[in-house]
């Protein structure tokens, strides 16, 4: 079993619409969730940073952790063609040697005007 | 401010060649972190620095290594190129020990072995 699962779509949704985007992990050492978007040709950018369990908002983004689940998500509110990218996944654990971000695959979402 | 800048930007090396690639991160930024993305296998952790000691290196080959110098610039080097090692290659830097406060990406190196 793979650390971090991420469906990788397609996601195709019409403008204006609400986009769920999920990830499930199984290391329970995870405490940093990360989203990041990802246009082609382009490195990763952070969109969101949430740690341990919760939610978190910002502007038309928001995100949850349920630990008890070991599932994340990503809410994009009146999504935008600007909107169309890869979103990818990633966390963190604390404490040891570990520094690296575990990856999802990705989600390439498309927003159709 | 300026971001993460990865050089160069574009590279076609030969089977058996060694390449190296340059990373220089944000101003103030003692993390550097590097990663490979392919299709199949998506991002995957090479190494990370602080302070020009390597902490943590991902389950690649020898052959990947890295290094950062005392401005935390940092360079990963790949020798005896195979196909394989064609890929997107992602430096990544962070104010805060360990990124806790996320990481910045540059655009990076696209490689491709031929």
């Known amino acids: 079993q793979k650390e971090v699962e991420q469906d990788p779509g397609p996601l195709s949704v019409p403008e204006g619409a609400i986009v769920s985007l999920n990830c499930t992990y199984s290391n329970s050492a995870f405490q940093y969730f990360m989203w990041y978007r990802q246009y082609s040709r382009k490195g990763p950018e952070l969109l969101m940073y949430?740690?341990?369990?919760g939610n978190k908002e910002d502007g038309r983004f928001t995100a949850q952790v349920d630990k008890s689940s070991k599932y994340i998500s990503l809410f994009i509110r009146d999504s935008q063609p600007s909107d169309s990218a890869t979103y990818l996944c990633a966390m963190s654990a604390s404490g040891g040697s570990n520094y690296k971000l575990t990856f999802g695959k990705g989600t390439l979402l498309t927003v159709n005007p | 401010k300026a971001g993460v800048t990865q050089t160069p930007r574009y590279l076609i090396k030969t089977r058996g060649q060694q390449v190296t690639l340059s990373c220089s991160p944000i101003s103030g930024h003692r993390s550097v972190s590097w990663y490979q993305q392919t299709p199949g296998q998506g991002l995957q952790f090479l190494f990370e620095?602080?302070?020009?000691?390597?902490?943590n290196k991902g389950n690649f080959p020898g052959r990947f290594s890295g290094r950062q110098f005392s401005n935390s610039r940092s360079e990963m080097n790949v020798s005896t190129l195979e196909l394989g090692d064609s890929a997107l290659y992602l430096c990544a830097s962070s104010l805060m020990d360990r990124g806790l406060n996320g990481y910045t990406f540059g655009s990076g190196t696209r490689l491709t072995v031929v």
């Open positions: 949430t740690y341990s369990s």
């Open positions: 620095y602080f302070s020009e000691t390597q902490r």
